[in-house]
């Protein structure tokens, strides 16, 4: 099992990115697009990779510990594969057969279930 690892940061910085995803979340459910500011500039590729692995450790500790449904932490997890996709390609997930990549599937079908239920709600994430 994959374990957080506890980087020194400071308390408020989560606080305030915890806050950001929280009107994040509140604009996609009035069907509100947030505002689209220039980049930044501070977050680099290895960063986005190592927070995808830190994110991946926690859904993996909370099913292991029983905190959240399987179901519930394979989609988080599924959902956060196709970031990670988009970040930086997966390896092939190679079949039994050592050839056919089922990753491509699962992806293309996770991301036309959600642009399905984008184009029905009207949501933008």
Partial sequence: MARVINVNRPVDADERLYGMMQHLMAAYARQQVPEKPS???VVELQDALDAVIQ????????IQDGRLPAERGQHAAAMLMIVREFIQPLPRGLDADGVTDNLTTDLGAMVMALREARQATGHQG
């Fill in 39 to 41: 980049p930044r500039g």
């Fill in 55 to 62: 994110l991946a450790a926690v859904i993996d500790e909370a």
